[in-house]
């Protein structure tokens, strides 16, 4: 735990200084190296060995985010559906493959489900405005980060102290019904305090918080029944206590879309 809170502390102030940032270019850079990383870290679970996947992930994932920055002016809702669908299409093609046994063949909807959702965060950053200080401006980015990692902490707290009925204990021993609920609470109370500040009412808070806790859970378990298929403890090593980096997006990466979907559409 010691560990998880000093990589925390570490990792946060970063992301946040990203998020803020007045221009796009360095979390489209961050955005091009967690796609690395993650596609590296799934790769090698499902291969067991280091392969040119990721490369060839980041190059596509940097010239469609690139790309998609021009776009997104006049056919933001085109491409929020657009990539809604094809991340609804890869889950069920994981899920199918998973059911079959075949199991090495999850690897390409394994690759669009990292990819899909991070390109919907870059969109909420591309509709913060760039003509006033990011850090003084609203910024709907944080509706899709904050409020999980909210939930994932008190998840964490709750689920060590109280927790004694196992959600799906298959998949993931560890995690509890307790742990779940004190989640879906804390994702549904950060995103019902945050959605005034972007200009959201409560009851489109808090329908944001319930997609975010319900589907950021969901999520995980996907990562974890993944990890357990192939026999995998940790998604890799780059972040101390936390596991592989995988490991840490995989709460946000299922609901990031929707949540972006929901406040590119409200706002």
């Not at 560990?3 to 102030?13: H, M, W």
């Not at 596609?39 to 992930?57: F, G, M, N, Q, S």
């Not at 056919?75 to 889950?91: N, P």
């Amino acid at each position: 735990m010691k560990q998880r809170i000093i990589t925390a502390l570490v990792a946060a102030p970063i992301v946040l200084a990203l998020v803020f940032a007045t221009n796009s270019l360095p979390i489209f850079v961050l955005s091009i190296a967690c796609i690395f990383l993650a596609c590296d870290e799934l790769a090698w679970i499902v291969y067991a060995r280091r392969t040119w996947i990721p490369y060839l992930c980041a190059s596509f994932f940097a010239a469609t985010a690139w790309g998609l920055q021009g776009l997104y002016k006049d056919h933001r809702e085109r491409i929020v559906w657009v990539l809604g669908a094809v991340l609804i299409l890869a889950l069920l093609w994981i899920w199918a493959e998973l059911t079959r046994g075949e199991k090495r063949r999850i690897i390409v909807p394994g690759l669009v489900w990292i990819m899909a959702p991070v390109l919907g965060l870059l969109l909420l950053h591309y509709s913060v405005p760039k003509t006033r200080l990011a850090l003084w401006w609203p910024n709907p980015l944080l509706m899709a980060l904050v409020p999980i990692w909210v939930g994932d902490t008190l998840a964490i707290l709750v689920g060590k102290r109280i927790g004694r009925r196992p959600l799906w204990s298959t998949v993931s021993p560890k995690k509890t019904w307790e742990g779940a609920a004190a989640n879906l609470s804390g994702c549904v109370a950060a995103s019902y305090a945050l959605a005034p500040s972007i200009g959201l009412n409560w009851r489109q808070g808090i329908l944001i918080g319930l997609v975010g806790g319900v589907l950021g859970q969901y999520g995980d378990l996907l990562e974890s029944a993944i990890k357990r298929v192939f026999d995998a403890k940790d998604s890799g090593w780059i972040m101390p206590g936390h596991g592989g980096l995988l490991d840490r997006l995989d709460s946000i990466l299922l609901p990031a879309l929707p949540i972006a979907a929901l406040i590119l559409f409200y706002r």
